[in-house]
């Protein structure tokens, strides 16, 4: 028996007094891609009982867009053999959506960082027993940065490695900005 909560029925904009629709039917809630990843992972969980878990994107008839987490597990009877599925639908369209406000906001900030003249880099501070700084490691480097200070290739490794003999100087202006983040 297919049984829908009232928040199943919101979820897919159907009124709660109707019937729960047949898997053939639910598969008009998905996109071709998704509905095609679900009936996939079905059938496997139901031949080898094994649990699932898949984002599906809900058809591009909802607007907005809409995704869903449907999670399932193989239901047997007293002898083990494996008579249906039960599951779980979860709405997460709000967490695709900032996801995707995040992975842009990424892209903007890469273009910026990458593209700006001025030079830019974020150092690991490395420091001795004494709290002394000892060395410092590129973590994050723009191409003006390496234009500017004449050091290619710095990423992920530390000042000794690319200017063994750097004076003192640098290294204590380094962590001076690093503890009071004034130069």
């Known amino acids: 028996a297919v049984w829908w909560s009232d928040e199943l029925y919101r979820?897919?904009?159907?009124?709660?007094?109707?019937?729960?629709?047949t898997y053939e039917e639910d598969q008009k809630n998905?996109?071709?891609e998704s509905g095609a990843k679900l009936t996939e992972i079905v059938q496997s969980?139901?031949?080898?009982?094994?649990?699932?878990?898949?984002?599906?994107?809900?058809?591009k008839d909802t607007n907005p867009r809409r995704w869903v987490v449907a999670r399932g597990e193989a239901l047997r009877n007293d002898n083990q053999e494996i008579?249906?599925?039960?599951?779980?639908?979860?709405?997460?369209?709000?967490?695709?959506q900032a996801q995707k406000?995040?992975?842009?906001s990424e892209l903007r900030?890469?273009?910026?960082?990458?593209?700006?003249?001025?030079?830019?880099?974020v150092v690991e501070m490395i420091r001795d027993?004494?709290?002394?700084?000892?060395?410092?490691r590129f973590v994050t480097i723009n191409q003006a940065f390496e234009k500017q200070a004449g050091i290619q290739n710095a990423l992920g490794k530390t000042i000794h490695q690319l200017v063994p003999d750097i004076e003192p100087y640098w290294l204590e202006?380094?962590?001076?900005?690093a503890r009071t983040g004034k130069a």
């Open 101 to 104: 406000e995040l992975h842009d």
């Open 83 to 96: 008579i249906g599925l039960q599951g779980t639908v979860q709405d997460i369209t709000e967490q695709k």
């Open 30 to 32: 998905y996109t071709p």
């Open 129 to 136: 027993l004494n709290d002394t700084t000892i060395d410092f």
């Open 45 to 59: 969980s139901l031949k080898t009982g094994r649990p699932y878990e898949i984002e599906l994107e809900l058809s």
């Open 11 to 21: 979820i897919y904009d159907r009124l709660p007094s109707a019937q729960p629709p």
């Open 109 to 121: 900030y890469r273009a910026l960082f990458e593209n700006m003249d001025e030079g830019f880099c």
């Open 173 to 177: 202006t380094f962590d001076q900005v």
